[in-house]
């Protein structure tokens, strides 16, 4: 009797947790709107809804630049495979019994515009272009391919691989919007091919390499990736890499990947590097003082003050707008702009539409915005998020001394050059 009771109570309970899941799943859509890609309408259709307040605040924001030089460091390709193109998301992430990552697939699936998954990569790729193309003074958009995690035999790993981009993905988007994209390509070093597809790649043009050090599992300090290095910068190639915490990535150690001090021995060996978020997020061992624990970005910063990698070191500033990291290093940036030369314009798109990492009325609070500005902002990210990033930076000012971001890092320094083609 006492064991019947047992098995019983197992029933209702798995039967309990079964209801549970099947509710939050059919809710999922009302949890995920609200958090992201809440929007009232195509980008197109935002024109209509501004006032002449702010026509004036979107016209000051692009004053001083030379349009046909913008340049945005920072976008992702977002897919699942729809219509062959050869894009991947593990499996794990929208299993509704591994629920947390669920979620997370489908605030960006949410974000990304994406209706119909059937449809996915090509509707993704139809909102992004018609952002661009409503406000063509967002110039060109650097698109980011994604290698899939290696182990350090060379093999893939696909278990702890979280999304696949390939390059030849890229490079067919950038020929489709030639006015728009820019191909970026991202080779594993630890393949055992990364080489052969360095050469491949250079010779075809490519500019840009991603990497997410956290997520792929690459250590960027290790002495056997200096031939990748080395040819990185026979081509005159960029490493467009993450740096500081990254929230997507369970474990410390893996975190430690992307401290900025790792990457001293690409630089070291003539390839450029583009720190992504400037690190912004997180503590990393300092090597240069007992390995004890500081803030990232103070390393990157370090680095900056050097002057020892001028023209070859360069941070991105997308997520310093972010609520969470709000603050010091955006201020200091503000507060420097002697360096502004060695930093550039990122969106880390489609992350601008996830709406609850954003808040304008902190921006306008803390003086960094004015109300008219966030009233501007507001009507503007319901229609096009990539816009909004843009002009919040471009808005942006010191609270105390009105300092803003210099028109150079909208223009891409010399990592970009507007008159060539690829």
């Not at 197992?10 to 799943?25: E, Q």
């Not at 509704?96 to 949410?110: L, S």
């Not at 304008?360 to 008219?372: A, H, M, N, P, V």
């Not at 010399?414 to 008159?419: A, K, P, Q, V, Y």
């Amino acid at each position: 009797m006492k064991f019947t009771s047992i098995i019983r109570k197992k029933i209702f309970l798995r039967t309990s947790f079964t209801l549970f899941l099947l509710t939050m799943i059919s809710s999922c859509q009302l949890m995920v709107t609200p958090i992201a890609g809440n929007f009232s309408g195509k980008p197109d259709e935002l024109e209509a809804t501004l006032e002449d307040e702010d026509k004036k605040n979107i016209e000051d924001a692009f004053k001083g630049l030379n349009n046909k030089c913008a340049v945005d460091f920072h976008v992702h390709a977002v897919g699942v495979g729809a219509g062959g193109t050869g894009l991947w998301v593990n499996p794990n992430m929208s299993k509704p019994t591994n629920f947390k990552e669920y979620i997370k697939y489908n605030v960006y699936m949410n974000a990304s515009g994406i209706e119909d998954i059937d449809k996915a990569d090509q509707q993704y790729m139809t909102r992004l272009a018609s952002m661009v193309n409503s406000e063509k003074r967002l110039g060109k958009q650097v698109l980011l391919a994604f290698d899939y995690a290696y182990k350090e035999d060379g093999t893939v790993d696909k278990d702890y691989s979280t999304f696949y981009v390939p390059n030849e993905y890229t490079f067919k988007m950038a020929k489709k919007y030639p006015d728009i994209f820019i191909p970026a390509i991202s080779i594993h070093p630890y393949r055992k091919d990364a080489i052969e597809k360095l050469h491949y790649w250079g010779k075809r043009g490519a500019k840009y390499i991603k990497w997410l050090p956290n997520s792929q599992h690459i250590d960027p300090a290790l002495p056997r990736l200096i031939p990748y290095y080395k040819t990185m910068a026979k081509y005159g190639m960029a490493l467009v890499t993450h740096t500081g915490h990254e929230k997507a990535v369970e474990g410390e150690e893996y975190q430690e990947l992307a401290n900025p001090l790792r990457l001293r021995l690409a630089l070291k060996h003539g390839a450029k590097v583009l720190m992504s978020h400037v690190a912004s997020l997180g503590e990393c061992s300092d090597f240069d003082n007992g390995n004890k624990q500081v803030f990232c970005f103070d390393l990157f910063w370090r680095m900056v003050e050097t002057g020892k990698y001028k023209g070859r070191l360069y941070g991105e500033i997308s997520a310093t707008t972010l609520h969470t990291r709000l603050g010091t290093p955006i201020l200091k940036i503000l507060e420097n702009p002697k360096y502004h030369s060695y930093l550039v314009n990122g969106s880390d798109y489609p992350l601008p539409a996830i709406n609850l990492l954003y808040r304008t009325s902190q921006l306008q609070d803390q003086g960094y915005i004015s109300k008219s500005q966030e009233r501007t902002l507001n009507k503007v990210y319901k229609y096009n998020p990539l816009l909004f990033n843009f002009l919040t930076k471009r808005m942006l000012q010191h609270p105390k001394t009105g300092a803003k971001l210099s028109d150079k890092i909208f223009t891409g320094s010399d990592l970009f050059s507007c008159h060539s083609k690829m």
